[in-house]
C-alpha cells in the first residue's frame, strides 16, 4: 500500500516561486514513476509533470515546461515540484500520483495512488 502526503502550497504572487512535497510511504515509492497533476474545481485533473523510477527522464506539459522542475528523491521517499515564474492560470489543486507500471504518466486514469492535493494561488 502507497500513502502520499503533498505540501508546500499557498498563496504567491504572479511570477513568484513554490517548491511543492509529497512523502510518500510504502516501498513501491523506490521504483516507480510519478507525476505531478492539478485540477480547478469543475475541470478534469491535468499533467503537469513526470519522473521516472529513476529521476532519469523528465516530461512536462507545454504550458509549464521551463518554468516548472519535477525531482525526486528515493532515499527520502520525496518527490517534488519546484515552480517558477507562476502565473494565475496555474491556481488549483495540484496532487502527486504513483501510475500503474508500464503505462503512460501523462493519463491521470494510469494512475492508482493519489494524495489528497495542495492548494496553489496565484493572485496579486
Known amino acids: 500500500q502507497v500513502q502520499l502526503v503533498e505540501s508546500g502550497g499557498g498563496l504567491v504572487q504572479p511570477g513568484g516561486s513554490l517548491k511543492l512535497s509529497c512523502a510518500a510511504s510504502?516501498?513501491?515509492?523506490?521504483?516507480?514513476?510519478m507525476g505531478w497533476f492539478r485540477q480547478v474545481l469543475g475541470r478534469e485533473r491535468e499533467f503537469v509533470a513526470a519522473?521516472?523510477?529513476?529521476?532519469?527522464?523528465?516530461t512536462y506539459a507545454d504550458s509549464v515546461k521551463d518554468r516548472f522542475t519535477i525531482s525526486r528523491n528515493n532515499g527520502q521517499h520525496t518527490l517534488y515540484l519546484q515552480m517558477n515564474n507562476l502565473q494565475p492560470e496555474d491556481t488549483a489543486v495540484y496532487f502527486c500520483?504513483?501510475?500503474?507500471?508500464?503505462?503512460?504518466?501523462?493519463?491521470?486514469?494510469?494512475?492508482?495512488?493519489w494524495g489528497q492535493g495542495t492548494q496553489v494561488t496565484v493572485s496579486s
Open positions: 519522473v521516472s523510477w529513476n529521476g532519469a527522464v523528465k
Open positions: 510504502g516501498r513501491m515509492f523506490s521504483v516507480s514513476a
Open positions: 500520483g504513483l501510475p500503474r507500471a508500464g503505462t503512460s504518466t501523462r493519463n491521470a486514469d494510469n494512475y492508482d495512488y
